[in-house]
């Protein structure tokens, strides 16, 4: 999945289960994301939208790239609410490179700089690897600034949106041709 996706979950009963709120849970980076989820328009199915930057300016700080498991939370009137078993999926970034130099070519040992969204939280920086062809290169540096956090949640009629209020930002300075 990606930013602006829309998850179909496939599973027994869901079909029931109105209300429903999708929990996207990824321990790597520590964040946890709740969006309420809706019919899907295949029987015994329930849709989940992730949120893009154009839904919401903040989806590049509030999610980041790896794995999450995916449960639900379900509540039924009269009934305590329950959390389903986890399952795995991944949230895979949209990586951008930057306006090339003019005139518009690269050569051995120029500076681009590549752009992430979601954007890599300061625990993932370390293992960060871009591959450009068959060759894979380590940046020459990458930029996470600290961390500004004040913890928000909204909801709207589509998402309940849970957040740190943290923002998170990378950015990539590599050398091309270098690294393994």
Not at 45 to 53: G, I, Q, Y
Not at 165 to 180: D, P, Y
């Amino acid at each position: 999945m990606r930013l602006g996706d829309d998850v179909l979950i496939i599973g027994t009963n869901l079909g029931t289960q109105s209300g429903a709120t999708a929990i996207f849970q990824n321990s790597k980076a520590s964040l946890v994301q709740e969006l309420l989820t809706s019919p899907a328009s295949i029987p015994g199915a329930l849709t989940v939208h992730v949120p893009s930057v154009a839904d919401q300016a903040s989806a590049i700080n509030q999610w980041a790239a790896g794995t999450y498991l995916l449960s639900l939370r379900v509540s039924v009137p009269n009934l305590p609410s329950w959390v389903t078993n986890a399952v795995p999926i991944a949230l895979a970034p949209s990586i951008a490179i930057g306006a090339p130099p003019t005139p518009p070519s690269f050569h051995a040992g120029d500076t681009a700089s590549l752009t992430c969204a979601p954007r890599l939280v300061a625990q993932q920086a370390s293992g960060v690897l871009v591959l450009f062809g068959s060759q894979s290169i380590t940046p020459a540096s990458v930029v996470t600034p600290e961390r500004q956090c004040g913890g928000s949640a909204e909801a709207d009629d589509r998402h309940l949106h849970h957040s740190d209020g943290c923002a998170r930002q990378l950015h990539h300075s590599l050398a091309r041709g270098r690294g393994g």
